[in-house]
């Protein structure tokens, strides 16, 4: 199971960023994914999950209306879409495969003015 994630990035208060994580070595389609993020100091923290489908979602309450997840099931991709930055968001994102308890790299995302 391998998972890279890409899309970080330095991002001015109020800005957007679209982060993707591509995943290799399951059967993609199969499986929920989530998002988590850690910021300097603080525990990793659940971001977004989204169903095989792509039905089904959920977010951190701090993050609801900012936030969209989405996959691309053919493409054996997940995204998360970030509106409305703010400088808590300031955090390395992480994308998790919870079925295999894998995680990618992580990317920086840093919102500063």
């Known amino acids: 199971v391998q998972l890279v994630e890409s899309g970080g990035g330095l991002v001015q208060p109020g800005g957007s960023l679209r982060l993707s994580c591509a995943a290799s070595?399951?059967?993609?389609?199969?499986?929920?994914m989530n998002w988590y993020r850690q910021a300097p100091g603080k525990g990793r923290e659940l971001v977004a999950g989204i169903s095989s489908t792509g039905d089904s979602t959920n977010y951190a309450d701090s993050v609801k209306g900012r936030f969209t997840i989405s996959r691309d099931n053919a493409k054996n991709t997940v995204y998360l879409q970030m509106n409305s930055l703010k400088p808590e968001d300031t955090a390395v994102y992480y994308c998790y495969a919870w079925a295999f308890g894998a995680w990618g790299q992580g990317t920086q995302v840093t919102v500063s003015s």
């Open positions: 070595g399951f059967t993609f389609s199969n499986y929920a």
